[in-house]
Structure formats: C-alpha cells, structure tokens
C-alpha cells in the first residue's frame, strides 16, 4: 500500500495499488496539483480513469467507456487527457455434437 498526505490534512489517506502495480507515466500529474490514476472498482473487471486533486484528496472519476481498460493516461500541454484503451470484445458461440 502506498501513502500520501494532502495538503490540508496531516494526516496520511492509503491509496490502493492495482494487483499489476501503479501505471504512471511522467505526465500523469499537472500543473495544478492533479494525478490521474486508475481505479479498481469492487463492480467491474475494467479499471476505469480518475482525476485525484493532491490539494484535496478529492477523486473525480473521469466518463469513459465501461467495457475497456485504460492502460495508460498523460496530461498534455493543453489540459487535456491522452491515454491508451483496450476496448474487450467477445463472442459466444454455441457447440452442438454431430450426429
């Protein structure tokens, strides 16, 4: 488990790892204090993207598709988010023996 103390608070908040580790590239905090992280609901195989604000550990969840991953998100220069999703697709076939 990871720790982290905001700003306005002294005290420490844990931050949940993923099973497969933090996916954080350099971009992943801005200017303004914001992280952006991959959140692992209770709900749903899929770990969609949030915004964390350092300042007041507030986490805003960030619309996307819920059937994919976000494997990786950045911030760029402009304020926007640039990440990259797999989306999952699947199939049901149905077997029957030959006669």
Do not use: N
């Not at 790892?17 to 204090?33: H, Q, Y």
């Not at 304020?79 to 030959?98: D, N, S």
């Amino acid at each position: 488990m990871c720790y982290w103390t905001a700003a306005r608070s002294a005290k420490s908040r844990p931050i949940r790892r993923c099973p497969w580790g933090f996916l954080l590239s350099p971009s992943t905090l801005d200017a303004k204090g914001r992280l952006l992280v991959f959140l692992a609901p209770r709900d749903s195989i899929f770990s969609p993207l949030a915004i964390v604000d350092i300042a007041t550990s507030q986490v805003t969840r960030v619309p996307c598709d819920e059937l994919s991953d976000y494997l990786s998100a950045a911030w760029t220069s402009d304020g926007h988010i640039v990440t990259t999703q797999v989306r999952t697709r699947a199939t049901l076939w149905k077997f029957t023996p030959e006669k």
